[in-house]
């Protein structure tokens, strides 16, 4: 089990174990290098109190230090992992709810003979757990519950409809009896059973602040963020697109450091191979990310470096292997999951840790569905309203599959229930209920596929990936600030513009939002139909049954459908990704 997960902690490792658990860790030392082991024990007279397995980073742990040394609690190291253990100790499972950061641990209770497994509130760290017959089998990734000669890896219609779906369930997870602990939650096994817990939530509040108060606080609290976010003993940098959310963590973050010891911003990017002269706006990309990206860096001042890939790049069996192993499943975003696998592979050789904007779109209001009736007023996942967006995944499956699946009615029955989740203010009509829940549904349901391609993508090469927007304080701000705030001048992101108005080069703070980058290079498309063309000629294959042959084969022949034919790309490369993960990792599909 702990081989699973060298790459997510490849510095070192530990087993402690008693009559009544075993705890295995691997880590990724990223503060205090020398003094962080795991699993980290607390003795009292010899008498162990309370055992940890701790993933992730707490940002106020000098702070809750402090607290706990007035207290009367002593600290052996300068770790979080020790600062997490000992507010356990001192405040229980209530001490969630003091931590600011991105975590996923585990705490075994010698006194109590209890296991706490706990995720932070947006669920940025993954934690998956399978119950047995005489207890629970808990990792960071499916990969590592699997690994148990206990836990089978099999994958039923709802696993497939997570797969697919562009709208996942929170805890469902995609193999069979391997939920994972659901963000904002505490899982306790004991002799009494299991029993979970919520112990944060989003909540709906009045917003007494005027517009100038709100720009005002909004910065204070991204400030404090992002320089939270710089704590480490390991290299630090920040992606950049050229996009505002990226600009926006990147100056506050380089303002930070000069102040803070005058040290110079580690800034990576991303290109393709002549991006920039097969470049073609559409209705998703307006221009190429590589002018703004420029741009920024001179603004900066950073020690920048361009990652350019190539199509070669993009399907290098390696690579692709890679990502599908990385995933525990097929990635439902083609390249996009190759190309970020390639930029954490690049930035691990110089970094450590890496910041992004992501969650920025989602709080502020930077998708097209925040602003455009059409696909804000329908009656399902603004993100999922075209019509189109699930044939453009599926459009290979075999039509006997796709009716199994029942995508639509999934989905409709999964949004009526997270829309019952929604916290509203009393007498909230409108607009303004309705932007509260399609806010809702993004920080909870389309995130998630953004957060967890982040984190696996990165930790396949033990990136460690912080996400300053996610910070609860600032989040819980933002989502009580009447829409007619968030978007007071008609613009996308208008209260992030203009809390950003002073750090940004005037070009990018006017750019509208624009998606992660893909390759425009045909080379690409047939690249993929050349794969496709292989599992078709191998009748062991283990995706052909699942594939519309029909389809398929005239997939093959048809002429070149370059770069823009999404229905085409997506649909051939999960088509891949599905020959790659059944092949790879012995899984067993059931109908």
Known sequence: MAASLDRRGPDSGGVWQDEYVTLIFRRLAVIDL??????????????????????GEVFNFAELRDDLRRRGHRFRTRSDTEVVLRAYLEWGAACA?????????????????ELLLIRDRFGIYPLYYHR???GVIFGSEPKAVLAHPDVPAVVDLDGLREVLSFAPMPGRGVYRDVPEVEPGQIVRFGVGGMTATRYWRLTARPHTDDLPATVARVRELLEDSVAGQLVSDVPICVQLSGGLDSSVVAALAARALRERDGSTLRTFSIDFEGHVQRFRAGEMYGDPDAPYVAEMVRRLGSDHTEVVVGSGDLL???????????????APAG?????LYLLSEHIRGHSTVTMTGDAADELFGGYRWFHEGWYRDRDAF?????????EMLTGLLHRDLVADLGLEEHQRDHYHAALAEVPRLPGETGLDRRI???????????LRVILDRKDRMGMASALEGRVPFLDHRLVEYVFNVPWAMRSFDGREKSLLRAAARDLLPEAVLRRTKAPFPSTQDPAYARGLRARLA??????????????DLRRAEAVLHTPDHGARSGVTRLSLDLAVQLDHWLTGNAVELVR
């Open 316 to 330: 290098d069996e390696r690579v692709r292997a890679g990502v599908v192993r990385a995933l525990d499943m097929p």
């Open 132 to 134: 047995t017959p005489h």
């Open 97 to 113: 709810e003091r931590l600011v950061g991105m975590f996923a641990f585990a705490v075994w209770d010698a006194r109590t003979r």
């Open 34 to 55: 020398a003094g962080g082991g795991q699993p980290m024990v607390a003795e009292e007279d010899g008498r162990v109190l309370a055992v940890l397995n701790y993933t």
């Open 335 to 339: 390249e996009m999951y190759t190309s």
């Open 382 to 390: 603004p993100w999922l309203a075209a019509s189109h967006r699930m």
């Open 534 to 547: 292989a599992i078709l000629d191998d009748d062991r294959s283990p995706v052909r049954p699942l594939l």
């Open 436 to 446: 509260r829940e399609i806010t809702y549904l993004n920080l909870t349901r389309y």
